[in-house]
């Protein structure tokens, strides 16, 4: 069953790292839908498999998927035949009366709906199940946060799968984010690429100070929901500053490879590319965090700079010196007053 989850991501990353126009083309007859819409008609059939991006993607009745079906972030109304795996990482699915699925189910933070006759004759896998430990707060006694028991633990394999469906969920939250603020997500973005010293070094700045000041408003008890509020705030504007940047990566793929890529997809596919290389280089041992520091501390900077978007930021210019008056020259030296000559005194008689 991993195997099969495993091949339906490589096909997921592969067609995203395909430009085109509509990128959707590929092995036989497969189709990749990003942030748009897809509807198999009734009678119709898909010889391939079917990835859906941040969009809608329709299974009319008596239509067929040969292959796999992958939903990443979107939403899937299934009620035809689907031979192979489904796989829903976020989203929702929506299994009708009259749908069959001849594989397994797998889903990661999906919602899924099966209506009543529904059938699924493989096995439904969910991987949302870690063991994570409850937390206890300090200065609180005995009162603990709950987190949901999840029964599993991490191996290589595992780690390696949430690496990489980390790297998708940020690149489906991009594509979302984009189409719906895309000025303000490029205006980050160039800021980071035109003035990394700066926005590198207000990030940092942030980073170190920005826990401090949580942690004294969570000892202070009275002020924990101000420091958790403060906590999601932070963590939306590192994620959002990946975005920007992600979207400049993107936008400079297509200019490489002379290709015009609509906002969203450039926004993903960069969001994909930097979450794949900074997510690689941070399970270096030892310094291997340095590499995801360094991006956070610019996406933080770009977004404090241009205050969420909202502005352009340009460094103020440094205006040049007037030019010094020209100075009049030094006044020639004071001659002496010419001696007058004495009357001379007549001799007396």
């Known amino acids: 069953m991993k195997r099969k989850l495993l091949l339906a991501l490589l096909v997921l990353l592969v067609a995203v790292a395909v430009p085109g126009s509509a990128l959707a083309a590929g092995h036989e007859d497969d189709r990749v839908v990003w942030g748009g819409t897809y509807t198999l008609d009734e009678g119709e059939t898909l010889n391939g498999d079917l990835v859906v991006v941040g969009g809608v993607a329709t299974l009319s009745r008596d239509s067929r998927v040969t292959g796999d079906v992958v939903l990443f972030g979107g939403t899937l109304a299934a009620d035809g035949e689907i031979n192979g795996t489904l796989v829903a990482i976020g989203g929702t699915v929506s299994l009708g009366s009259s749908s069959v699925l001849h594989g397994d189910l797998n889903r990661f933070g999906a919602v899924v709906n099966r209506a009543?006759?529904?059938?699924?004759?493989?096995?439904?896998?969910?991987?949302?199940?870690?063991?994570?430990?409850?937390?206890?707060?300090?200065?609180?006694?005995?009162?603990?946060?709950?987190?949901?028991?999840?029964?599993?633990?991490?191996?290589?394999?595992?780690?390696?799968?949430?690496?990489?469906?980390?790297?998708?969920?940020?690149a489906a939250l991009a594509v979302l984010v984009v189409m719906f603020w895309p000025v303000a997500a490029s205006r980050t973005g160039r800021a980071i690429i035109e003035q990394p010293v700066i926005t590198g070094a207000v990030g940092l700045l942030s980073l170190i100070v920005a826990p401090i000041v949580l942690l004294i408003l969570m000892i202070t008890i009275c002020l924990i929901p101000v420091s958790v509020v403060g906590l999601v705030v932070l963590v939306v504007a590192v994620a959002y500053g990946e975005i920007g940047l992600g979207l400049e990566i993107g936008q400079r793929l297509g200019q490489m490879f002379k290709s015009e890529f609509h906002p969203a997809a450039a926004a993903g596919l960069g969001t994909l590319l930097l979450a794949l290389v900074v997510g690689g280089i941070n399970m270096i041992p030892c310094v291997g965090w340095v590499a995801p520091f360094l991006v956070y501390s610019l996406a933080l900077g770009g977004v404090i700079l241009t205050r969420f978007g909202s502005r352009s930021y340009a460094p103020a210019p440094i205006e040049p010196l007037p030019p010094e008056a020209p100075s009049a020259p030094p006044a020639p030296p004071a001659l002496p007053a010419p001696r007058t000559p004495r009357a001379r005194r007549k001799p007396a008689e």
Request: aromatic share 14%; glycine share 10%; net charge negative.
């Open 116 to 170: 009543e006759g529904a059938r699924v004759e493989g096995q439904e896998i969910s991987g949302e199940s870690i063991d994570i430990p409850s937390i206890q707060l300090p200065y609180v006694g005995r009162t603990y946060i709950p987190f949901q028991n999840w029964n599993g633990s991490f191996s290589p394999v595992s780690e390696l799968l949430w690496y990489v469906v980390t790297a998708f969920l940020l």
